[in-house]
């Protein structure tokens, strides 16, 4: 496959398996997709000046798409990446994954792929011969297209909060906003689109609430434009009825931390 088809299908996977938008993250996946190539001189990998000689030493002694096209090999990088997993997991799972990912998607080309090596048998994916990809293709370039979509699709929903908030979203379920509050609420400050009735007055409610915090796995509290507290989800206890809840984003949290040193002085001016 093409370097960028490979590029964009390891960042689109990577994106949708480990739920981020990271462009760390992401940018290690793209970069990694591109060292299995290192096994020939004519791929960009494999012209870099800092890489031209151990592209040339592996190109000499083994067969395109052979020995870093394999399992073996993506074991073997795992374990010696294992010192990365000790500072960051989630790099280490990146680099790994998109290694693999960028071998593995030569495997739906005609050439195919030796993932099993040293045995010499290859892996080509799908069996009809006839819809196999050939690089550099024009299926290839729609393909490239229909990836590129994708991976927008899919971080621009990781930047949002994810799928699963997306689909708790759309269903606007108490629990499902709840779990999302006790998600997020230590780092952004949320509020609470709310559908329902109120269950004293029973007069319908319609409006944005400023969320406190989770209650229940169903309740949550909330504050109105007023200042004024309600319980609302789907209990007895509830004095607002949800039928439909979406949480929104308002703002990042911040923290600060003061130290207060009381020295005979009244408690109550110190804490106003």
């Known amino acids: 496959m093409m370097n960028s088809t490979q590029a964009v299908f390891s960042v689109a996977l990577i994106s949708?398996?480990?739920?981020?938008?990271?462009?760390v993250l992401l940018g290690t996946a793209?970069?990694?997709?591109?060292?299995?190539?290192?096994?020939?001189?004519?791929?960009?990998?494999?012209?870099?000046?800092?890489?031209?000689?151990?592209?040339?030493?592996?190109?000499?002694?083994?067969?395109?798409?052979t020995l870093t096209h394999s399992f073996l090999f993506s074991l073997g990088l795992a374990v010696a990446t294992v010192p990365i997993a000790l500072w960051n997991q989630s790099l280490w799972i990146a680099l790994n994954l998109g290694y693999f990912l960028g071998w593995y998607a030569d495997n739906f080309t005609k050439q195919g792929v030796c993932a099993f090596f040293p045995h010499p048998g290859r892996l080509v994916t799908p069996g009809n011969p006839?819809?196999?990809?050939?690089?550099?293709?024009?299926?290839?370039?729609?393909?490239?297209?229909?990836?590129?979509?994708g991976a927008i699709a899919i971080i621009n929903l990781n930047t949002s909060g994810g799928i699963l908030k997306a689909f708790n979203q759309t269903l606007g379920l108490s629990s499902g906003a709840v779990?999302?509050?006790?998600?997020e609420q230590n780092q952004y400050l949320l509020m609470a689109q709310i559908r329902g009735r109120n269950t004293l007055t029973q007069q319908a409610v319609q409006g944005q609430f400023e969320v406190v915090q989770p209650l229940t796995?169903?309740?949550?509290?909330v504050k109105?434009?007023?200042?004024?507290?309600?319980?609302?989800?789907?209990?007895?206890?509830?004095?607002?009825l949800i039928t439909q809840v979406q949480i929104q984003r308002q703002g990042i949290v911040k923290q600060?931390?003061?130290?207060?040193?009381?020295?005979?002085?009244?408690?109550a001016e110190v804490l106003s």
Not at 130 to 149: D, I, M, N, P, Q
Not at 217 to 221: A, E, G, M, R
Not at 256 to 267: A, G, H, T, Y
């Open 224 to 240: 109105d434009s007023q200042g004024k507290l309600y319980r609302a989800g789907e209990t007895q206890e509830s004095q607002i």
């Open 217 to 221: 796995q169903t309740d949550l509290l």
């Open 256 to 267: 600060s931390v003061q130290e207060i040193r009381l020295e005979d002085e009244p408690i």
């Open 179 to 183: 779990e999302i509050v006790a998600a």
């Open 130 to 149: 006839r819809l196999r990809l050939s690089t550099g293709s024009s299926a290839e370039y729609f393909l490239l297209v229909l990836l590129v979509c």
């Open 30 to 65: 793209a970069i990694a997709s591109q060292f299995p190539d290192l096994d020939t001189s004519k791929s960009w990998i494999g012209r870099l000046p800092p890489l031209t000689f151990v592209s040339r030493w592996i190109e000499k002694r083994y067969s395109h798409r």
């Open 16 to 23: 949708l398996a480990m739920g981020t938008a990271d462009p």
